[in-house]
């Protein structure tokens, strides 16, 4: 059935698979192995994915390492896995969520899935398997009983998103923020409305579009959908009242709803989490959860690793590890988690922001705002914070010396810094 949907050859015996992969170092014994060809050629590493319990996978070379197993024979794997994952997404008698934004969206997919899963059968995209690739693999790995799709939507320029809508088929859309991220591809902020309005474009009239009230350009997407409205924010349909943080910025605050009012306490730092789990309540909501369930969901709910992850230093110091990704938006945000925290010496370790339209520009606002906040700035490997900059992520824990109990050090950056390597030399330092 799999060959016939993607148009594709059966080469071998018939078999039955269990989820797929692109990534022949994570491939799971049972799934389908799908080699896309990028900077290196997948094809080369089918030999590994069978090593590894693929029990079959696609091809468009022929000639490739089957080792006398199944193969489908495709003109284009990157074409076949989309439409394999369209079959599948037929198959699902599930709802799904689709969630983008310009920051937040890993977090918010984190939080909709724990405030979901409360009460329904939920599968979410692990990470941020949000593209062409990560989505389809998210729908072919869900179980034949899920009942709700968790789909986080990146964005690398106009028209990806409603190509992942045609893939995901969401009746829910979440928009969390438009900001400076990825304006490189779309030319300026308002491109990046309008990349990330695709999405709501995309719902069914009898869908609902969850809109951040608090964001102009995302409150403006209300009039680009035919699906009901639903707000969430400071004064939105889904309410935040009377936000406090504690010594770990942790936010404790009152949320109001359509469905009643309740206080809440998140395990999860940052005065902006509170406005992502608003938004993961508001799906509950509709998708008929009711609120204690998505409540309790979210105060126990975990984020995808390198989402301002707080980790206990041997010297009683703060690691908050945040360096999956940033833009200024989001570097703002974690500063100002870090300033509310309780503690002495507050230190920022930041690398690139990259895919801005104006980097020098993007970097000295956030330079601004951590002297705003009496947070010192470690710069790695560019200088446009306005600061000599370190070589790289082995430099930096020479430079911070011995770390207090007191002390709080955020590491950010885009995800091509890598500066989860700081956060990595930090804690196997405090191991000596």
């Not at 594709?8 to 989820?19: A, I, Q, S, T, Y």
């Not at 370790?349 to 470690?378: F, K, Q, S, T, Y």
């Amino acid at each position: 059935m799999a060959a016939h949907a993607v148009g594709g050859r059966l080469v071998g015996p018939d078999v039955d698979f269990d989820g797929a992969s692109f990534d022949s170092r994570t491939t799971r014994p049972g799934q389908l192995f799908v080699p896309l060809i990028a900077e290196r050629d997948g094809h080369d590493f089918i030999g590994d994915a069978r090593s590894r319990g693929a029990v079959a996978h696609l091809t468009s070379r022929p000639d490739d390492d089957r080792r006398d197993g199944t193969a489908i024979e495709v003109a284009d794997t990157a074409a076949a896995l989309t439409a394999l994952a369209q079959w599948a997404r037929q198959r699902l008698d599930a709802e799904a969520v689709g969630i983008t934004g310009s920051v937040g969206k890993t977090s918010t997919k984190d939080l909709v899935a724990a405030a979901v899963g409360a009460a329904r059968r939920t599968t979410a995209n692990e990470r941020s398997f949000n593209n062409e690739q990560g989505l389809p693999v998210t729908i072919l790995g869900a179980p034949g009983n899920v009942e709700v799709l968790v789909l986080e939507m990146g964005m690398r320029g106009f028209g990806q998103i409603s190509a992942l809508c045609e893939i995901g088929r969401p009746s829910i859309g979440v928009v969390t923020a438009v900001a400076d991220a990825h304006t490189e591809l779309v030319g300026d902020i308002d491109g990046v409305a309008r990349a990330k309005r695709e999405l709501v474009e995309a719902l069914p009239r009898q869908g609902t579009a969850v809109l951040n009230a608090d964001d102009p350009r995302v409150l403006a997407m209300a009039s680009a959908t035919a699906a009901s409205v639903l707000t969430y924010g400071i004064g939105g349909d889904v309410r935040v009242v009377d936000l406090e943080l504690d010594g770990r910025a942790r936010a404790h605050f009152r949320l109001a709803s359509p469905w009643g009012e309740a206080p809440v306490s998140l395990g999860v730092s940052g005065a902006h989490m509170a406005f992502n789990a608003a938004a993961a309540v508001a799906v509950a909501g509709t998708l008929g959860v009711d609120l204690g369930s998505a409540i309790a969901g979210v105060e126990r709910g975990e984020l995808s690793a390198m989402r301002m992850e707080v980790i206990d230093h041997a010297s009683g110091a703060a690691i908050v590890n945040d360096a999956y990704n940033a833009n200024p938006t989001s570097m703002r945000a974690a500063l100002e988690a870090v300033a509310a925290m309780r503690g002495g010496r507050k230190i920022a370790v930041l690398g690139l922001m990259a895919e801005l339209d104006d980097p020098a520009a993007g970097h000295r606002e956030v330079a601004e705002v951590a002297a705003e906040l009496g947070i010192e700035i470690v710069a790695v490997g560019t200088a446009d914070y306005g600061i000599t900059p370190v070589d790289g992520p082995a430099a930096v824990a020479p430079v911070l010396g011995a770390l207090r109990a007191d002390d709080i050090v955020l590491v950010k950056a885009s995800r091509a810094a890598g500066l989860e390597r700081v956060v990595r030399s930090l804690i196997e330092k405090s191991a000596d």
